[in-house]
């Protein structure tokens, strides 16, 4: 018998390497390093912040701003003004000596900053930091009670306002609130805090900042209720910012932008400190305009964008761009090699990227209260529309600190067995509300929890989950974690309901009725019906103008009902179908000022025509969608009619 003739070195190198990439793509062993190589030197840089007493970033800015290397670089670029780290240093110091020596301001103390994106904005909060005191950011959508209500939980008795939103502190806040004092931060003003002398406040104001102490008071988006007022510490501010930064690749040659409200914890965390992390340039519009959005990113040479909810269906939603002159397409001529964000929806995901020749999404998920997320770096298919990913090394590591678990829609919680007593880890590929393990012993460690509100604190706490004693924080959210260790948002709870004894989850009904061509926006809920047990599945939807009949704002065609029906029919199992659509006029869903959907109004008016207002509401009937009409209602009412 001949021996086996050795095969030829290129062969083998070949092979080895090609079941090195399975077993690498098999296992995401190279993402899983990404993810590791991120946290460890964040984890390893906090400490030896904490030790030497400087974790407050205010010492992040100084020491890019007398280094040498840095201190000429741009930091900051608003509109039209650049600003490099020496000069917002220098303004800094100005505003700082201001806030102390006019208004008393001391360390400790809360401070609300009620503002739009601006420069003056960066600078206030980085004077507060420098004088050891601590930023309640406020909302500038805001007014009337729930203002009141912000400033009220900040515990504050300044708050620094926006001449642009000032007209929205009217006198009925103003009573509300009459030992707080409103200032708005004129020009004039500004002129006065620059007209001070750069004085450092010493190190001893600064000092008390331990990594579980208040950075920033930052609020809940408020879809349920009053907003909560999140306590940010400063480990969560030196965790995001290094890891962020380290994940996505961001160097100190890159430039962020966002037209994300600073007053939420993505653009605050996500970008700004971001930014500063790595000491890179941020660039910002004062607010988001899907006009001018590409503009600025044109405009600042951006090399990575933010996005929040609905911000890239906007986008997409726009008109192609080309130069009048040349017939370039604008709509891919930019620097850009990331966009990062959470709730970028998968019917809207790769559409996205091929429009605006996108090179990776980073999308992510977590809360602002939080002491966990889940990261989610995209190039490729195999991750499209996932809100997190991991693979074996780091489930290895950090599995066990998270879980998926089974949800009793009835009672929006997490099932309990009726035997031991303890929750259940939802099969793979099945939905559950996502957990993330807390410390049971010193919790407030991990999570600080909402600023004076111990009730709804308590509330995200959940505890004996798995074993005696133990403590788990509660998203309130529910997911599917696959075989491919791929993380799918699901619903929010109390967003899924129930219909023909089934579970239906609102967002994977939208990402349906998305796909539809002639659908711009959808947001899905459930309505109650008279003499019907359960809710029935409703879409309220924004038509492309091409669906509507003769262009009538709010009146889809014949033909677009038809062929939703046709569409929702082929894509959704019977109990899961829409049999409600809510024609929404006006070209937009209610949103809040993260663009994320609102759907409490929608919910609570239900279908009864004497509530939808000028909204058109149709139902299914066969092949179609027909006018639901106030004779139809008063039928349900009456019970002639069973759905």
Known sequence: MMAPMPLPLPVVATAF????????????????????????????????????????FFYRLEDLATSKSSEDRVFLRFEDKSYTYAQVYDTVLRYADWLKERRGVKMGELVALDFQNTDTFIFLLLALWALGAVPALINYNLTGKPLAHCVRKATTRLVLVDPVVSANIGEDVRSELSQVSFEVVTPEVEQQMLSHEPIRPPDDVRNEALANSMAI????????????????SWS??????????RLVGTTKNDVFYTAMPLYHSTAMLLGFLHTLSVGATFAMSRKFSTSGFWDDVRKHRANIIQYVGETCRYLLSAPPRTDPVTG????????????????????VWNKFKERFGIETVAEFYGATEGNFATWNLSRNDFSMGAIGRSG??????????????????????????????FCRRAPRGDPGELLFKLPPQDVESRFQGYYG????????IMRDVFTKGDAWFRTGDVVRWDAENRVFFNDRIGDTFRWKS????????AQVVGLHPGVLEANVYGVQLPRHEGRAGCAAVVFQKSALAGGVDGVPSEETLRTLAKHVRAGLPKYALPLFLRAVKGGSLQTTGTNKQQKTNLRSEGVEPSKTGSDNVFWLKGDTYVRFRPEDWEA???GRVKL
Request: overall charge positive; glycine content about 8%; charged content about 25%.
């Open 17 to 56: 390497a090609a079941a090195a990439a399975y077993i690498n793509a098999k296992s995401q062993l190279s993402y899983d390093l990404r993810l590791l190589n991120s946290i460890v030197p964040t984890v390893a840089r906090l400490a030896w912040w904490t030790n030497r007493g400087r974790i407050n």
């Open 217 to 232: 008071l930052i609020y809940t988006s408020g879809t349920t209720g009053l907003p909560k007022a999140a306590i940010v």
């Open 236 to 245: 969560k501010v030196a965790v995001v910012g290094g890891f962020t930064s």
């Open 328 to 347: 370039e397409n604008l709509d891919r001529k930019h620097e850009l090699r990331v966009a990062f964000g959470n709730g970028l929806r998968p019917d």
């Open 392 to 421: 074996a090394l780091y489930n290895l590591i950090l599995g066990r600190t998270v879980a998926v678990v089974e949800v009793d829609h009835d009672t929006e919680l997490p099932y309990r067995d009726p035997k031991t007593g």
């Open 453 to 460: 509100d111990k009730e709804a604190t308590s509330k995200k």
């Open 502 to 509: 089934e579970n239906v989850s609102t967002a994977e009904v």
């Open 636 to 638: 349900l009412q009456g």
